[in-house]
């Protein structure tokens, strides 16, 4: 089955230094890639998702990188903020196959004002 | 913007007691998740289900869990005897079918005593 590894397990940076967190995935049939942001006793909210069938996507100071052919894919938040401060998790799913996602094990990322 | 709704937050319980837990999805998404998350660790698939029946579980969903919905609008997990073992927030959630994006209710905490 797909496992997915995410590092680095913890991220410290300063406001308006970039943050980049990286996910590794494992199995090839996997074309769906979300990022969540969790922030302490919340909820996992959705904050950006990559399909397969491209490489790089970006929304305001979120990005999102895909290499197939690594099969790991990356997040970048630029100008990082406070209130960026949260865990994120990346996960992988397999449109034709399984329902279900596979989440890495989370990046807890502190931006120090 | 609809969301997933989850109750009770929190619920505390004995061992080898039965516990419920709901949830009310996005009204029109049909597939519907049950996940759980123990304190500090990953996000972690139970079940999913869809046309009124279970289309995938995990290894941990045993004999133990079972998921109904009751209605038109609650989706349900049952945990027939509780363990100690099963104290962590468990979170549902719903998508459109044909995507992928899963959006996450804000949990409950059982705690298992």
């Known amino acids: 089955g797909e496992n997915v590894e995410q590092h680095p397990s913890t991220l410290s940076v300063q406001e308006g230094d970039s943050a980049v967190i990286k996910c590794t995935y494992s199995?090839?049939?996997?074309?769906?890639f979300p990022w969540y942001k969790q922030e302490l006793g919340k909820r996992p909210q959705l904050i950006i998702d990559?399909?397969?069938?491209?490489g790089e996507k970006k929304d305001q100071r979120i990005a999102v990188t895909l290499n197939k052919t690594a099969k790991h894919f990356s997040l970048h938040i630029t100008e990082t903020q406070p209130e960026d401060s949260a865990v994120y998790f990346c996960?992988?799913?397999?449109?034709?196959?399984?329902?279900?996602?596979?989440f890495g094990k989370g990046t807890k990322l502190t931006v120090n004002p | 913007e609809p969301e997933v709704t989850q109750t009770p937050s929190h619920q505390v319980t004995q061992m080898g007691q039965e516990v419920i837990l709901r949830c009310v999805p996005i009204?029109?998404?049909?597939?519907f998740y049950w996940y759980r998350q123990i304190l500090g660790q990953k996000v972690e698939f139970l079940v999913s289900?869809?046309?009124?029946?279970?289309?995938?579980k995990s290894e941990i969903f045993d004999d133990q869990f079972s998921v109904e919905r009751p209605d038109g609008s609650n989706f349900t997990l049952k945990i027939r005897s509780t363990k100690l073992e099963d104290s962590a927030m468990y979170f549902c959630?719903?998508?459109?079918?044909?995507?992928?994006?899963?959006?996450f209710g804000p949990g409950t905490r059982l705690t298992v005593l």
């Open positions: 959630a719903s998508s459109v079918i044909g995507a992928n994006e899963q959006f």
């Open positions: 009204s029109n998404h049909l597939y």
């Open positions: 289900f869809y046309n009124n029946e279970i289309s995938e």
């Open positions: 990559i399909r397969s069938n491209v």
């Open positions: 199995d090839s049939a996997s074309n769906y």
């Open positions: 996960a992988a799913h397999d449109q034709g196959g399984s329902e279900k996602l596979v």
